[in-house]
């Protein structure tokens, strides 16, 4: 058995990272799962949070994600990201005025799906103000 996770982060558009860690904390959409070497094979939504990517005895480095899809498997974590951002690279000010925008779309929006796209917006951009302020 491998002492090593490979970690791989995809986003729509390109491979993000691909890398070894010690460890991987996931924000799975039943809760947050650590995966190590050895892990059983899973297939996992993802909802909006922060991914911890622990390197030795450092901190972890975080990464927001805004949804996704994780797939292990016992030597890999594959993480196929909606979006990704370092937590370190938020800037709260910009985050703040994002959620006014999106809670005025959806005081604005007339249809059940625009009131589900700008309730999402807003959802997923509190989930990143809470990351930007840890």
């Known amino acids: 058995m491998a002492d090593r996770v490979k970690f791989d982060l995809v986003s729509p558009e390109r491979q993000l990272r691909s890398e070894d ?3 991987v904390v996931v924000p799975g959409s039943e809760g947050d799962f ?5 892990h059983a094979p899973i297939i ?4 909006p949070g922060v991914i911890e990517v622990y390197k030795g005895t450092g901190a972890p480095e975080r990464i927001f994600i805004s949804g996704g899809i994780c797939e292990v498997s016992a030597d890999r974590c594959t993480v196929l990201a909606d979006d990704a951002v370092e937590v370190a690279s938020l800037d709260r000010a910009a985050i703040e005025k994002r959620i006014k925008d999106a809670e005025e779309d959806l005081a604005d929006a007339k249809t059940d799906l625009d009131q589900h796209k700008a309730s999402t917006a807003v959802a997923v951009l509190r989930e990143m ?3 930007a302020a840890r």
């Open 129 to 131: 103000l809470t990351a």
């Open 34 to 38: 650590g995966v190590l070497p050895g």
């Open 44 to 47: 996992s939504t993802i909802r």
């Open 21 to 23: 860690a010690d460890m």
